[in-house]
């Protein structure tokens, strides 16, 4: 995949374009934009800024949860109406149903869109096996760690097989060690040809994090939400160790772009 | 789900013997019931069970009709800005008024609808018991709805769970538990309406609905001590039977849709593992109630979904034109019964009445609450005995404080005074809300704040000041506001007994009201009291209640 492709002059097509979006709250206070910004087929871009910038709220508007005030979402070309089916979410509190099973959490986006139940079983099998939670089908997320119900989330996201993987702040309820171990298991899912997800679009407030991951990072800032800056990472060779000296200076770099 | 336990022919055959027991029973009834408007109920004691499963009857449909009307108002209330401004406000006034008194008028109502028909008195009286059991169970579903993380209801929205897939797997898991809790308030609430709604009597008209509740109220009046011990002794079984049959296995089986984040695998209630072995069950499950429900929830989603689109719409129907409707009519009788004849002398006396019962409801409320803070402390703090005393004081509760009269009219017999007595009564309904709030509360006091407390020396009276009661203050005020309302329904009951053919009362406004009701006749006082005693509640509600409840949740709410 174009992890490490050369930096072509024309960009790729487009997975979703947001043209003008705006947020309000209330009639009077705009929270989030105007912004224009495009999520390209097969790339990883990441979304930060600092808290109250409407990095969450744009991830939201991109899934189809939540309608912008004004602007539009253009997915695949067409004007988005009502939830984005193109696209899962993956959410920062996991977000599972407590009452259900870990196969069925995982089934539960495949039983709306009304498949037959012996496929939607198979096809959560599939998933749970490749974030490797086999054995813990018949667990209910309360008896999981934080770690293995992000798991179960990511599992979830995947297994309606999305073109666009939405991740909110997915790591920050986690402990160090088991978020830089399920961030090595997302790069390599991505890549992998067993999963459809051709782009994601990762929200965090970490630094270090976005550069570990990205192909493009889209700076916010905040009162109200707006670009402030795009830096392109897609010549920065992977894996991106923390230790490397080119990672540690473009860490540098973008901190410099947030003070 | 687990590993299936093998099917065993004992329990189909156990589960055949009991619904024979049952239809026979039922046969036997039918056959030797007096009818509805005889004056008394035949006092045979081997016809108990057959008046203990008519009563359970009527609590159960009445309790069906109440979980399921809750679950559209709460969701409206919690679905629509519009629709929650004309709900809330509704149910809250209802929940406080003392709806006991407005008896007669109910029944009055009906009774004429069906013309003096069984089927009439029977609404009645599931009217009267619906209007115990309703509000709290809206209320919880509204409650649980509101509160359901915002991050769920958006992963269910993302993954596109809509109409019957949305109820299934969202909306009803997320408000089973507080429907079961409040389910338990409501049976407990139904008992002690029923007992009063099985025998209805208007002015000079009185029925009779066979049941354990007139059974009761029948050998009090008439003062058959031995009667109305069995009655209380079968009254207390069931209610024993009730909490190890039903409510238990319920709220073992509710553990699973609690929204809590770490614990241990949601356990299967053992009833219900015992019934899976029976292969009745099993087919049954399989064939009729699982397909049966899905084809419900499909139904009724799509009528709740519409109704959730039309929020406001259904909202103004239901609220905004029925209620005003109501109150309009009312407003009308009302004019004709004071306009139409020269007011009675009685209507002098109800503000003195009217104080003195406050008092009385005060004095309930001041003891509830200064005797459950130290029994509580104690309780909560011999976590051995916690969940023993949890469980003696849920049974204890939800024996309706109508059953303790019998045992209240003995004390009077022995000279103790009617004042106290009707306290004494009214407290054995507000006491147990009070306690049940402060017990939670203090359950829920984090363990870090206790040790915290005993290192720096807070033991004894001193931890219950400085710890323990401003920690369990905003459960304790809502305890006291619970018990506040009910304590009202209490004296209507407890200010006028008839029992062993001699009547005990003591003046005040629930005694007023009940000479009017049974025996003058005089709607005027009767309309005249209860308006009153509406009034008070809803101003002392307003003016002191809530800001209480406001200022004490502000100030002493448990947050890290």
Redesign the interface.
């Known amino acids: 995949m174009p992890a490490s492709a050369p930096v072509s002059a024309e960009s790729p097509a487009a997975l979703l374009r947001l043209e003008g979006v705006e947020q309000f709250y209330g009639e009077k206070i705009r929270i989030l934009g105007p912004i224009d910004l495009e999520v390209r087929e097969g790339e990883f871009l990441s979304l930060v800024g600092p808290s109250g910038c409407g990095k969450s709220t744009l991830l939201?508007i991109v899934?189809?949860?939540l309608r912008p005030t004004a602007g539009r979402v253009l997915v695949g070309g067409r004007p988005l109406k009502g939830?984005n089916?193109r696209?899962?979410?993956v959410?920062?509190?996991?977000?599972?149903?407590?009452?259900?099973t870990v196969v069925d959490n995982v089934a539960?986006?495949l039983?709306?869109?009304a498949l037959p139940l012996r496929e939607r079983l198979k096809k959560a099998q599939k998933y749970i096996d490749l974030v490797g939670l086999s054995g813990y089908e018949?667990?209910?997320p309360?008896?999981l760690s934080r770690g293995m119900k992000q798991l179960v989330g990511l599992a979830?996201a995947l297994a309606?097989e999305p073109e666009l993987l939405c991740m909110d702040e997915p790591f920050s309820a986690l402990d160090v060690l088991t978020a830089r171990t399920i961030r090595d298991l997302v790069l390599d899912l991505w890549k992998s040809p067993e999963v459809t997800t051709k782009s994601i679009l990762l929200v965090t407030h970490s630094i270090e994090e976005a550069v570990a991951m990205s192909d493009r990072v889209v700076v916010l800032k905040a009162n109200p939400g707006r670009i402030a800056d795009e830096v392109d990472l897609r010549d920065l060779p992977r894996p991106r160790r923390p230790d490397l000296p080119a990672v540690r200076e473009t860490v540098d770099r973008m901190y410099a772009l947030l003070a | 789900m687990n590993a299936r336990a093998p099917a065993s022919y004992s329990v189909d055959f156990g589960l055949l013997l009991l619904l024979a027991v049952l239809v026979a029973a039922l046969i036997f009834a039918g056959s030797s019931l007096r009818p509805y408007d005889s004056p008394e109920l035949d006092p045979r004691p081997e016809l108990l069970p057959v008046y203990l499963l008519l009563s359970l009857t009527r609590l159960g449909v009445t309790l069906a009709i109440s979980v399921l009307l809750a679950i559209p108002t709460g969701y409206l209330a919690a679905k629509s800005a519009f629709a929650r401004r004309l709900i809330l406000p509704t149910l809250d006034i209802f929940q406080s008024v003392p709806i006991v008194g407005f008896f007669p008028v109910a029944v009055w109502g009906f009774v004429r609808l069906f013309g003096g028909s069984a089927i009439g008195v029977e609404l009645a009286a599931v009217f009267l018991i619906f209007t115990s059991m309703f509000w709290n169970l809206a209320f919880g579903v509204y409650e649980s709805l509101i509160t359901v993380p915002e991050e769920l209801r958006m992963a269910a929205d993302q993954f596109g769970l809509r109409g019957s897939l949305r109820w299934a797997h969202l909306i009803l898991p997320a408000v089973v538990p507080s429907l079961l809790y409040n389910s338990l308030v409501s049976w407990a609430n139904g008992w002690f309406f029923l007992i009063a709604s099985e025998i209805i009597a208007v002015g000079p008209a009185r029925y009779t609905l066979p049941g354990l509740g007139s059974y009761l109220a029948q050998a009090v009046t008439a003062g058959h001590n031995d009667l109305t011990m069995l009655a209380l002794a079968v009254l207390l079984a069931t209610t024993v039977a009730m909490h190890l049959l039903l409510w238990g296995p319920l709220s073992t089986w509710a553990e699973r849709f609690h929204l809590e984040e770490t614990g241990d695998r949601p356990r299967r209630p053992r009833i219900a593992r015992l019934l899976g072995r029976s292969r009745l069950v099993r087919s049954a499950t399989l064939r009729i109630v699982t397909p049966a429900a899905q084809q419900a929830l499909r139904v009724s989603s799509r009528v709740l979904d519409f109704l959730g689109r039309h929020a406001s719409g259904s909202a103004v129907a239901f609220f905004g034109l029925a209620v005003p409707a109501l109150a309009g009519y009312g407003g009308w009788r009302l004019y004709v019964l004071f306009a139409a004849r020269p007011l009675s002398p009685e209507l002098k006396g109800i503000p003195v009445d009217l104080l003195l019962s406050f008092l009385r409801v005060i004095v309930g409320v001041v003891v509830s609450a200064a005797v459950s803070v130290p029994l509580a402390n104690w309780i909560v703090r011999r976590v051995r005995w916690r969940s023993a005393a949890l469980a003696v004081i849920q049974i204890l509760a939800s024996i309706p404080a109508t059953a303790f009269f019998p045992l209240v009219v003995i004390l009077l017999t022995w000279g103790l005074g009617m004042n106290a007595g009707a306290v004494l009564l009214a407290l054995t309904t507000m006491f147990w809300y009070v306690l049940f709030n402060v017990v939670g509360a203090g359950s829920a006091i984090p363990k870090e704040t206790q040790e915290a407390a005993f290192a720096f020396g807070l033991r004894g009276r001193r931890y219950v000041w400085r710890v323990f009661l401003p920690a369990v203050l905003p459960s304790l005020v809502t305890g006291c506001i619970t018990a506040w309302g009910a304590g009202w329904n209490a004296l209507i009951l407890c200010e006028y007994l008839e029992a062993g053919r001699r009547v005990h009362e003591v003046r005040g406004i629930g005694a007023t009201l009940d000479r009017a009701t049974y025996r003058s006749g005089d709607m005027q006082v009767v309309a005249a009291s209860l308006a009153s005693m509406v009034l008070l509640i809803i101003f002392v509600n307003r003016l002191f209640w809530d800001p209480l409840y406001q200022r004490v949740a502000a100030r002493y709410k448990m947050e890290a």
């Open positions: 939201r899934a189809g949860v939830v089916t696209a899962a979410m959410f920062q509190s996991f977000a599972l149903f407590p009452w259900l539960v986006g039983e709306a869109r018949r667990a209910f309360r008896e979830r309606v």
